[in-house]
């Protein structure tokens, strides 16, 4: 088990919990390499659901669980999604709508000490999981890390590991080099029309 929508784009995956929310938002179709969106069908969310939840349940040392996702369950974590995506992009953005209302509950660990769970059925249960990794990460300052490759046309969600968090893309090779390519034709055309 792992993290199926991560892993497709061969990235490196976050720290514990935290890649959760990082899987999910890797959940979006691609053109390079050829990716479906994993919540485009109940089906394919719900494979893709039970994978990650129990990645998660490892990750963030939590009991395993599994969400029974319908058609608006899906609709549901798409938003959750797409609100995600703005949030990892505007840093200092307020807590996604999707997430307000959700309850957790308290619970005792196994080794006593207080454990947070998420509570809920279907898209409310992945969602209580992303609510507590956001707050976590929130906590621990690495929220900031978290990124969406600066390539429009790549989907990639990758943890910025680099000391001074100056990532800005999923891959340099791939995408940071297709950039990079076009900024310099674009000052070579620019030369060449001042001259």
Known sequence: MG???????????????????????????????????????????????????????????QARRRARLT?????????????????VRAP??????????????????????LLLEPVGRGWELVAGAVLLELHRARELDTWRRVKTCRNEACPGTFYDRSPNNSGAWHDVRSCGNVANLRAARARRRMRATSS
Do not use: H, K, Y
Request: proline share 7%; no cysteine; hydrophobic share 50%.
């Open 71 to 87: 058609r608006a369950d899906v609709e549901q974590l798409r938003t959750l999604r797409d609100q995600l995506v703005v949030a």
């Open 92 to 113: 200092g953005a307020p807590v996604p709508d999707a997430l307000l209302g959700l309850s957790v509950r308290s619970a005792r660990g196994a080794d006593g000490a």
């Open 3 to 61: 993290w199926p929508a991560t892993e497709r784009f061969e990235l490196v995956v976050a720290p514990g919990g935290l890649a959760l929310i990082q899987d999910l938002l890797n959940t979006r179709s691609a053109r390079r390499p050829p990716s479906p969106d994993l919540l485009s069908t109940v089906a394919q969310a719900q494979a893709w659901a039970d994978e990650a939840l129990e990645a998660w349940a490892l990750a963030a040392g």
